[in-house]
Structure formats: structure tokens, C-alpha cells
């Protein structure tokens, strides 16, 4: 069920876009295809220059690693949208009358600061390093000087990768700097351990918790639940970085 | 958004003080740290306003704008605190109505049995006054002499007066309404139940329950997020050279930024409780509101909850040897002086049945065996016939005589002292010698598997037949249990009948589970089990050896005519005393945790529109391309920022009537609910802020300069 969630995700991203530059033995939808589920899934590859690909297939490329939970992925994938799901039971929950339950287990006020603290984090580890690029002129003599949409998208690509555990890279060469591989390497750090630090508590914290004989308000399956928790995802992820959208690639 | 309940102004100058009050950054950095955020922002928008020109960079707007932000900003910061200042005043109102009861009242003390005027605060325990009709009753007490009707309505709402008798308590506050009566005052000054409630209520200002600590931390997170997004985003506006306001920046974060939901959080909370009360339902602590929301087993006792009580006969059932007529007689006889309703429903019936015994004369001077919880009968002693043979049918010849009437008159005649008895069938069997015991044990189950409990009636040693009686269901218990049933609540009835008749009852009910022949110990075992299992378990009970169970069970709620004890251990008290009640108490408990639900949902949901509406306001006018995120075609960029900010602002109040009222509540399946409240106010958060921001923006733009 979740990994049709998954695939869903993924075809949702590659119909609004279409490569502009590189031809390659895929094809336009093949390449991109490729493109976005690997970077989905959190591997990294990608068979094509990302300088090449239009606004919309980046845009696509960014949501993937702004989700960063797209279940069996080659990282977070899963335990992402374990805190999700939590989060979205929790609303779902109250929606309908009910202290909040996960595998008939309550979910406690604990665990929603934990998860909201893994929500915290990620924004904070690409926007805050983004601003410090910025003005530290790092950001400006990697990338030709100038101050555009392009090389903001290229600097808001570089961390989000980081923070995503994802590996694919937008900056090209001129980012070997003592800079960038420092500020990269942390990020990579902060955007692995802590996540998986506070996931693990929630996990510890429900290991210990009696499990109900009890059958489940909301079944956590079905189109239903679903649907809610996709609507979910998008308002925590996208809507944090929406202005951020609009700023970068969607002004290319 | 005017909300008006009675008499009681929402522009009471007392809400106005006290919501002006809790303005202040202190209380809001304590409680609400999301309105203290917009507070924050309220300042430095305007700080602006009044030093123009502090940067060129970020202050590129006239001074107006500033202003006009900032003054939309604490309105909305104040229509958060005018809620929960309204739900207050509403606990307040009903304190106030209670706390009038107790003003000081003459009492006519009883001294050596003369009357002595007191003040009614002089009055200690154990002290006895003399109240009359019309007069009120001092304080809590316990009646020793005399019967009275009393009106109990300040205290109970329920509009009838009561009829009590001795040793019934009764309520200091209350009126007699007839008659007059003895009272030994039981409670002391200032801790009779009326202040007891004051307390409760008063307490309303309450700690937090889990779910509301849950679902602060989930806005201040939130919050939290949308603060570092607008912060980067600062920065990153200016090097990308977008000449971003500062107070436009404001605007985006306070718009982000759960306030709905953050600012109607505490009315919730406080207006759940006033619910309840307004059912007379004290509760002692929100959680025990959020419990009952959660509760998935409610254990009922029979008695009183899913019956009225009071057992009618319903059927005669004669044994082999005798007629039906023999039945009535001697059932007739044997309850012509038992005062019960269930002795009266035997005498109604067997009027209705118009058979009347021909002993009546005899039995008219009988004297009356009382009953004993040892021997467990009651019944008549027929007086020693004085002129015995004169007449061999004295009282009626007409009637047809039956193997009762002439058994009944061999004896007498043969001077044997005739005793007629009725009781439960083993405590007549006990006596009984001449019957057939597997006839009668046989009959008897027969009448309990149709849901009646048999009562045995003897005359002498000698079985003569079945009394079937039978407790009435209570009025629409079917309905309600329909109700709970279907929100996938399990009910469980704790009966001491046997199994056969709980059964039925069940049954005809609609109840789940029986617990049958249980005593009421059995009760917190019951609890416990069900607790293990991980079920949230509400219950009911009014005597002191109910006292371990409610204050076992996650809903515990007391009878106001229970016990003190009772009353202590149970997290809620019913003023009613109407068991049925906790049905109520589960419905608006649900009702409290799907308001927030589904007022958090809107609030997030809202943020989609008020994207696009302030976005296009922000980058329009450098990045041309931008432009395509315009939907709304907003007069101009100020007036987005102000329309979305009023938006923001008067949403708060259009849903003060909801968050104080409660989201509708249906009785039905959860995943029906669930998609509902989803379509209304998932959907309708995304679609309303659209239309209200475009609205706002046409009427702000036939005034825009």
C-alpha cells in the first residue's frame, strides 16, 4: 500500500515535467523518470547532467528530497513517514473524537515533539546554511558572481541533497572549496544522525508501551487514509519550502 | 459573530477587562506561544510605523500600511484573548447563579423543641432546624421527621419537585415545597455540596490535558518552522534582490502560523467543561472530559441506567394444582401490605384482572409479616376468625369460590394459623414442603427467559403458583444504546439477576455484554479486566462500595444522591442523578477532542490561499514571473497583505460560536465522521480563504487610496 503511495509520488512529480536540455538514450521521460525516482528513493544516481533538466522536472527533483519518505527508500524513507503517519493520526484522531492511537498504541505528547522536532530540523539544515552561503559570499564567487534564480536554485540544491542524504549534486566543480565541503559535510551529518537519534526514541518509547486488544478507530490503510496522509505530506513539506519553490527554479 | 446566551452581553465590560488583561506578553508567552509570536510582531510592525526609514532595505512602504497591520495584528491577538475571557465568563455566569443560593438565610433552629431563629451560618453538624413550605434548607442535611416535596430545580435543573421522606438527604439551597420538615444538618459551613461544586466549576482554569499538550507542542513546532522559513527567507530575498517589507514578511509568518487553532485552543478546553455543566455535570478535571471522549466500554448497571427501577408484576403463573384465579387471590393477599411498588403493581394487576380474593375481609384485618433480609418474605398473618362459623362464606357469596378461598376457610375453620407469604423462589422453597420443586424451578426459568424475575407466593407451606415481574425498560435507552453502539462504544450490564433475565434485558436494550448475578464488588474487577485489555472504561455509581471503581475507572461518574464517598472518588458528579447521563458525558467529550481536530485542520489548511495570495504581493513586482502564481488577482500588493491579514484576524471570531458550541456531532461510524469533518473542514479550509480573502480585498479596495 505505502509503496504505491510511493510510486504515485513519483509519477505525480514526472508528468509536470519535461527535460529541456540533454538528449539521452531514454528519452526525455525515460531520463527523467529515472531522475526522480532515484533521488526519491534517496540513491543519488542520476544518468543526466541536472543542469539540463527544466524548471519543472528540478521542481520535482526538490519535492522528492523535501518528502525524503517515500517508503523502501535507500535511507530515511520509511522511518519518514512513520513520523508522518504519526502526525497524521494525530490530527486524524481528534478529527474524529478519539485520543490519537498508532498500532493501538496512544500517542503521546512526547512523541509529537519528537516528530515535530525531525520536522524542525530539515528546514532549518538547508535554509540556515543557504543564508550563511549567502552571506559569507560563498554562495556568489562559486557561481559566476551574479545573484540569480539559477544560482540560488544551485545553492538550495546543494543542501537540500545534503540534508537528504541524496548525493546528487548541482554546483558542479567549482564548489571544491574548503567551504562548501564543510558546510555540506555537516549538513549531511545533522541531516542523517539527529533524524534517526529522535526516531529511535520514538521507537524506544513505543517498544515499552502496552498494545491494545483494541481494534483501531482509523485503519491506517485504504484510499481514505491515504489520501490524507499524501495532503499531510504535502502541507509539511511543501508548504515550508514554497516560497523557497518560487524563488528558485520556478523563477528559472 | 455575535454570540449571545440569556441575558449575559458578550460586551460585558468584565469579558472587555479581562480579555484586555490577558494582552499582556507574559500571560500570552505562557500560555499561547503562538499569539505571542503575532504579539511580537505587532510590536516591531509598530516600531516601524512610528520610526520610518530605519532601513531602506526592508521599510519601503508609507507609514499607513505599518499601521494598519499593526492595528489588525493585536485585534487579533485580542479576538483570541476575548474567547477564552467568553468561555470563562460563561463558567463564571453558572458559578454566580450557584453561588446566589447560598446567601445567608434565616433558619428556625430546634432547641429543647422550641423554634429558635438563627442565621443559617451559626449552624453546626448535628444541629436540627425545622424548615417549612416555601423556605429554603439551610444546608445539607438529613431529614428526621416529616415528608416534604422539595424543589431542587436551582441545584438539578430538573423542574419537578422531588418527594422525600426520612433519613433522605437533602440539599442546603434547595426549597420545600410542601409541608414542613426536620433537619439534622449534616455538612459543615462552607463544605456543603453547593460549595463543593463552586469549587469544581471555578476550577475550570485548569492544568492541560495530554491532548492539548500534544497539540500546543504541534503549533509551537509549526510555528516554529514558518518563523525559520520567513527568516530565511528574508535574507535570501535580499541577496536575490527582491526588496522585501519587513512588515510584509510579518504578515506572511502570522499567516502562516497556526493563530486560528492557537488562539481558540484555551476557549475549547474551557467550554467543554461549561457543557457539561450546563447538563449539571460537574467534572473535576478536563481530563476526565478527554477521557470520556476516548471511552470504548461503558459498564451500566441495570438498575436505574437501563431500567427505571422499580419492578412490575407483569403475569400470575399458577403451579399444576391450581387455577389462575388461585394465583391472584393468594399473590393479592399476600401483598396487601406491602407498600413497594412492586407489592402495588401485584394489587394493580389483579384489579385490572378484576379478581379481587373472596377472603377479602380477613385479609383487610390481617396483620402484615414485614420483610427481612433473612427470611427474605413478606407477606399477611390472617387474624384468628372471632365468629367463626356463623356465616361459612361471609364476605361474598357471589364470587366463584376457588380451591384458595376454601382452603383458606378449611383452615380457619380447623383454627390453623394461615400465613400468606411471597418471596424469592428459593426463600419460599426453603419453607415450602408440600410442592413440586422441579415444576416450580422449571416454571420459574420459563419466566426468566422472558427477561422477568419470578417472585414464589405460599400459602402456609404450600406453593400455589409465580408472581412474574418484570423492570421496564427505560424511555429512548434503546436509541441511546443505538447511538453508542454505533460510535463502536461496547457496553457491558452488571446485574444481580440471574443469567437468563439479564440476557433478555440485554437484549431488548441492545447491550453488548452481562455480567450477571454480580455482586458490587464485582464491578472493579470488571475494570481492571477491562483496563488490561487497554479499553478506556466509564462507569457509573452512587454507593460507597462504588467508590474503588470509579476512582479506578478512566470515567467515573458519581450520582449526586450517592454517597459522599462516591461523589470523592469519581472525576465526575451527575446533579441529576440520571445515570443515563454518561452517555452524554461520552458524546460531548468526543465533541471536545473533534473541535480541536477540526479546527487545527482548518487553521492549517487555510495556509494554502494565504500563500498565494501574499507570494504574488512579495515577488510580483521584481520577478515577473511570479505573476503566474497570482490567482487571485488581488487589487495590489498592499491590499493582499491587508486582506489576508484581516482574513486572518476575523476568522478568530466567526468561530467562537463553533469552538464554544462544539463541532455537530452525529452518532455514527467513526470512518463516516472522519470524512466529513475532512470534507468540511479540510476542504472548506482550503476553499474558504480564497473566497473571504478575495471578498475582503474587493471591499478594501473600493476604500484603498
Partial sequence: MLIGFGIMLILGFSQQSGPTGLETRFGNFGTVLFNEASIATNTGSANSALTGMSPNAVIGLFLGMFVQAIPGADGLGMMMMIVFVILTLFLVGLMVGKTPEFMSMKINPRDVKIAAFVFLIHPMIILIPAVVAYTTDNAQTVVSGVSSPMTFTQVLYEYTSAAANNGSDYLGTSANTAFWNWSTAWVMILGRYPPIGLMLAIAGSFTTRDRKEVVEPIKTSGPLFVGVLSVMVFILTVLTFFPFLVMGPFSL | ?705
Avoid at chain 2, 41 to 70: K, R
Fill in chain 2, 1 to 705: 459573530m455575535v454570540y449571545q446566551r440569556g441575558k449575559q452581553s458578550i460586551f460585558d465590560s468584565k469579558i472587555l477587562r479581562d480579555s484586555a488583561v490577558k494582552l499582556s506578553p507574559l500571560y500570552l508567552a505562557r500560555n499561547s506561544p503562538v499569539m505571542f509570536t503575532v504579539e511580537v510582531a505587532f510590536l516591531l510592525v509598530l516600531g516601524i510605523a512610528l520610526i520610518p526609514n530605519m532601513s531602506s532595505d526592508f521599510v519601503n512602504e508609507n507609514s499607513l500600511f505599518y499601521f494598519e497591520s499593526a492595528i489588525i495584528l493585536i485585534a487579533t491577538v485580542w479576538f483570541a484573548t476575548f474567547s477564552e475571557s467568553l468561555s470563562e465568563a460563561q463558567a463564571r455566569a453558572k458559578v454566580d447563579s450557584l453561588r446566589n443560593l447560598e446567601k445567608e438565610v434565616q433558619a428556625k433552629k430546634l432547641v429543647g423543641g422550641e423554634e429558635v431563629p438563627v442565621a443559617s451560618t451559626s449552624l453546626r453538624p448535628g444541629d436540627r432546624v425545622r424548615v417549612y413550605a416555601g423556605e429554603i434548607i439551610p444546608r445539607d442535611g438529613i431529614i428526621t421527621e416529616g415528608k416534604s416535596f422539595i424543589d431542587e430545580s436551582m441545584m438539578t435543573g430538573e423542574s419537578n419537585p422531588v418527594f422525600k421522606e426520612k433519613d433522605n438527604p437533602v440539599l442546603g439551597g434547595t426549597k420545600v415545597a410542601s409541608d414542613k420538615i426536620t433537619v439534622e444538618i449534616t455538612a459543615e459551613a462552607g463544605k456543603s455540596f453547593l460549595d463543593e461544586m463552586v469549587s469544581l466549576i471555578e476550577g475550570a482554569t485548569r492544568p492541560k490535558t495530554k491532548n492539548e499538550i500534544a497539540l500546543t507542542i504541534l503549533l509551537a513546532g509549526l510555528s516554529l518552522i514558518f518563523i525559520t522559513v520567513v527568516g530565511t527567507m528574508m535574507f535570501l530575498g535580499y541577496y536575490l534582490g527582491y526588496r522585501m517589507d519587513i512588515a510584509v514578511l510579518f504578515a506572511l509568518l502570522v499567516a502562516l502560523m497556526p493563530t486560528t487553532i492557537g488562539a481558540l485552543l484555551p476557549a475549547i478546553g474551557i467550554a467543554g467543561i461549561n457543557r457539561l455543566a450546563r447538563d449539571n455535570i460537574v467534572v473535576k478535571s478536563g481530563k476526565g472530559v478527554e477521557a470520556a471522549g476516548d471511552c470504548d466500554v461503558l459498564i451500566l448497571d441495570k438498575t436505574g441506567t437501563i431500567t427505571e427501577g422499580a419492578r412490575r408484576a407483569i403475569a400470575f403463573v399458577p403451579l399444576e394444582a391450581f387455577t389462575e384465579q388461585d394465583i391472584v387471590e393468594a399473590a393479592y393477599a399476600s401483598s396487601f401490605n406491602d407498600p413497594t411498588p412492586e407489592g402495588r403493581s401485584i394489587i394493580e394487576l389483579a384489579n385490572q384482572m378484576k379478581i379481587e380474593p373472596s377472603f377479602m375481609m380477613e385479609v383487610l384485618a390481617a396483620k402484615p409479616i414485614d420483610f427481612n433480609s433473612e427470611t427474605r418474605y413478606s407477606g399477611i398473618e390472617l387474624s384468628p376468625k372471632k365468629k367463626l362459623s356463623v356465616n361459612p362464606s361471609p364476605s361474598n357469596p357471589d364470587l366463584p369460590r376457588t380451591r384458595v378461598s376454601s382452603r383458606i376457610e378449611d383452615m380457619e375453620g380447623s383454627n390453623i394459623q394461615v400465613r400468606i407469604l411471597k418471596g424469592a423462589v428459593d426463600a419460599i422453597l426453603k419453607i415450602a414442603s408440600r410442592v413440586n420443586e422441579a415444576e416450580l424451578k422449571w416454571k420459574a426459568q420459563e419466566v426468566s427467559k422472558t427477561g422477568g424475575t419470578p417472585l414464589a407466593v405460599a400459602i402456609n407451606d404450600e406453593v400455589i403458583g409465580l408472581v412474574s415481574l418484570k423492570d421496564t425498560l427505560k424511555k429512548d435507552i434503546r436509541e441511546k444504546l443505538g447511538e453508542v453502539h454505533i460510535t463502536g462504544i461496547n457496553t457491558v450490564m452488571i446485574t444481580g439477576d440471574n443469567l437468563l433475565t439479564a440476557r433478555m434485558i440485554a437484549k431488548e436494550a441492545g447491550i453488548d455484554q452481562v455480567m450477571a448475578e454480580a455482586k458490587p464488588t464485582d464491578k472493579l474487577g470488571r475494570v481492571v479486566d477491562e483496563q488490561l485489555k487497554g479499553h478506556v472504561v466509564g462507569m457509573i455509581g452512587d454507593g460507597t462500595n462504588d467508590a474503588p471503581a470509579l476512582a479506578k475507572a478512566d470515567i467515573g461518574l458519581a450520582m449526586n444522591r450517592g454517597t459522599a464517598a462516591a461523589r470523592e472518588a469519581a472525576n465526575m458528579v451527575d446533579l441529576d442523578s440520571d445515570p443515563s447521563k454518561i452517555l452524554k458525558a461520552v458524546k460531548l467529550g468526543k465533541q471536545l477532542l473533534m473541535t480541536r481536530g477540526a479546527i487545527t485542520t482548518f487553521s492549517i489548511a487555510n495556509d494554502i490561499a494565504k500563500y498565494f495570495a501574499i507570494l504574488p504581493a512579495m515577488f510580483s513586482k521584481v520577478n515577473p514571473k511570479a505573476e503566474a502564481l497570482n490567482l487571485m488577482h488581488l487589487h495590489s500588493p498592499e491590499s493582499a497583505v491587508i486582506s489576508t491579514l484581516i482574513f486572518n484576524a476575523v476568522i478568530i471570531p466567526f468561530l467562537i460560536p463553533l469552538s464554544l458550541k462544539g463541532v455537530k456531532y452525529k452518532a455514527e461510524p467513526l470512518e463516516k465522521t472522519f470524512v466529513k469533518n475532512m470534507l468540511i473542514y479540510g476542504v472548506g479550509g482550503v476553499v474558504l480563504p480564497f473566497a473571504g480573502i478575495k471578498a475582503i480585498d474587493l471591499l478594501v479596495g473600493l476604500f484603498w487610496r
